[in-house]
């Protein structure tokens, strides 16, 4: 699934359950690789992430699988 609000859709994702998971974060990276750069919108957006799980209003998720 591959849009230009991609990482603003995840972003979205993680604020409406309020947990960013191994899975949101991995797109997230993903697609911002995919991307190569960072638009001001999802800029914003990530920073409102990251704010808000810096806030403790998301927590973080740990991943299942610890190699």
Known sequence: MNTPFMIR??????????????????????ELTRLGHVSP???????????????GRISLVPSRFLA
């Open 9 to 30: 859709r995840l972003v979205e994702k993680a604020l409406f359950i309020k947990q960013m998971t191994p899975e949101i974060e991995n797109a997230i990276n993903s």
């Open 41 to 55: 919108e999802d800029y914003e957006a990530l920073e409102l992430l990251m704010s808000e799980m810096d806030a």
